[in-house]
């Protein structure tokens, strides 16, 4: 059962950038496709991005995109979140998951991490 670590939260001010990792313990982590999703205070968890095993396959939600970039480093087991231009709204805290393919990490991802804060202030 592969465990998920996210680390790289923060504190930010409004049009800054941040960088979130997530470390996979499974070696075999390139099976994996990998997303992150977050979850604001009192809202439901909502999907950010997610991207294929190889790395070749990305997609993001509608209020990320060409904002946040997503990608992964299958020698290191890890994933990172590009977060560029973030907005008040972008304050939550950002989880980590892991599925066999993009569309079950969207829908129904069976890994999930801890989860990283991050906050960003006008």
């Known amino acids: 059962q592969v465990q998920l670590v996210e680390s790289g939260g923060g504190l930010v001010q409004a049009g800054g950038s941040l960088r979130l990792s997530c470390r996979a313990s499974e070696r075999t982590f390139r099976t994996y496709a990998m997303g992150w999703f977050r979850q604001a205070p009192g809202k439901e968890r909502v999907y950010v991005a997610a991207?294929?095993?190889?790395?070749?396959?990305?997609d993001y939600s509608d209020s990320v995109k060409g904002r946040f970039t997503i990608s992964r480093d299958n020698a290191m087991n890890t994933v990172h979140l590009q977060m560029n231009s973030l907005k008040p709204e972008d304050t939550a805290a950002y989880y980590c998951a892991a599925d066999n393919t993009i569309s079950q990490v969207k829908w129904a991802s069976d890994y999930w991490g801890q989860g990283t804060q991050v906050t960003v202030s006008s």
């Open positions: 991207i294929s095993r190889s790395g070749g396959s990305t």
